[in-house]
């Protein structure tokens, strides 16, 4: 089946620099990858997603970037701010969307 | 529109006892997926139901734990006879199209 791992585990950045947070997956079949934040005790929520037919994805201050043949895929934040701070899960299925493989999550924290 | 609504949010069950969770996903999705997150970690796929149907259920323990989704009313995750490795959160998402995932808030089961 397929794996998803995801680094780095905790990431410390200060307010207005960007974070990157990167996944690699195994099964060549995904082709759907969707990134989500959650804040302490809440529920994830879907920030952006990319299809294996783009490379690049950009909405404001995200970015989230495809690389199929090294099959791993990252997650960019510019000029980050204190509440982008949260845990970052990426996932990635395949074209039937049966299931969704998350990865293991990156705890960001942006200090002011 | 309300978003997707899971309850109870927090159970607390004795070992050996059945809990019941259940999830009402957003008006007109007809796809659900149940996911346990320890704490610390990810979302592990558990089952992805669609209406009157199991879909795929490879994540789920095949003892134990049973899941439904009926024409009416909210998809239910049953786990029988708890035992204390059962405590963890279990978030529900639901669906239109089994893309995009609308989170519930989560049921936060303990086994004493």
């Known amino acids: 089946g397929e794996n998803v791992e995801q680094h780095p585990s905790t990431l410390s950045v200060q307010e207005g620099d960007s974070a990157v947070i990167k996944c690699t997956y195994s099964d060549s079949a995904s082709n759907y990858f969707p990134w989500y934040k959650q804040e302490l005790g809440k529920r994830p929520q879907l920030i952006i997603d990319?299809?294996?037919?783009?490379g690049e994805k950009k909405d404001q201050r995200i970015a989230v970037t495809l690389n199929k043949t090294a099959k791993h895929f990252s997650l960019h934040i510019t000029e980050t701010q204190p509440e982008d701070s949260a845990v970052y899960f990426c996932?990635?299925?395949?074209?039937?969307?049966?299931?969704?493989?998350f990865g293991s999550g990156t705890k960001l924290n942006v200090k002011p | 529109n309300a978003g997707v609504m899971q309850n109870p949010r927090h159970l607390v069950r004795r070992r050996g006892q059945e809990a019941r969770l259940r999830c009402s996903p957003m008006k007109g999705h007809s796809h659900v997926y149940w996911y346990r997150q320890l704490p610390e970690e990810g979302l592990k796929f558990m089952v992805y139901l669609q209406k009157e149907n199991i879909i795929d259920e490879s994540g789920m323990p095949k003892e134990r734990f049973s899941a439904e989704f009926p024409k009416e009313g909210p998809s239910i995750l049953r786990i029988q006879q708890v035992v204390r490795g059962d405590s963890a959160a279990y978030f529900c998402?639901?669906?239109?199209?089994?893309?995009?995932?609308?989170f519930g808030p989560g049921t936060r089961l303990t086994v004493t």
């Open positions: 996932a990635a299925s395949t074209n039937n969307f049966n299931k969704f493989y």
């Open positions: 998402a639901s669906s239109p199209d089994s893309r995009e995932q609308y």
């Open positions: 990319i299809r294996s037919n783009v």
